[in-house]
């Protein structure tokens, strides 16, 4: 198995610009040319697309395995909270529409454990906010808080969708994995190896 060098994301351009430049060059180390050196490329710019254009990153890796003829794109990311419309969106761009996070036995339990999470802190900002004091403001809340989540989700309702068709379109397979401030994105494409041409 040959891997990329592992790059550092962090939603800037300087680290998108990186992370294509290793593209470009782990597709000619491992032999990759014309259509489908520009297929991994694309497949790695759509999926930047993705996370950035849905969510903010503070920061995350994105790094290439390919294994014969199969190549998986792997980004894994820390983000701020993502809210329900991006993860709709998020989840949209998956092949399965599920979350990959809540797959299996040891999925089913964190999934619970998630729900009981998000449903303890509602509690604790409902108090807050409906009475309009309490014996102690929770740590989490504030106005800014407040309006930073409302202005990431008002981001992901208005992306444009493009790069998740482009991706979906392009790729074998679309892993999303996601929880409150972490994702985890795999994408597979399999390139068939080029037959000898006949001289």
Sequence with gaps: MSTSAICPIDGSRGATSAALREADRFAKETGLTGKQALHLRLL????LGVLNGVTEVKDGSFVI????????????????????????????????????FYQGVVGKLRMV???????????????????????????????VRMRNRLAREKKAAQWDELEASI???????????????????????????????NN
């Design 65 to 100: 395995e390919q294994e014969n003829e199969e190549y998986r794109l792997q980004l894994s990311a820390r983000t701020f909270p993502v809210g329900e419309t991006a993860q709709q969106r998020l989840l949209g761009a998956s092949s399965s529409g599920e979350n990959a």
């Design 44 to 47: 790695t710019e759509e999926l």
């Design 167 to 197: 991706l979906l379109r392009l790729a074998d397979d679309v892993r999303i994995g996601l929880r409150s401030e972490r994702i985890a994105i795999t994408v597979f494409k399999t390139f068939k190896a080029k037959a000898p041409e």
């Design 113 to 143: 454990a998630d729900w009981y999470s998000k449903g303890t802190r509602q509690a604790d900002q409902d108090v807050y906010v409906g009475a309009g004091f309490a014996s102690h403001i929770p740590e989490e809340w504030s106005l």
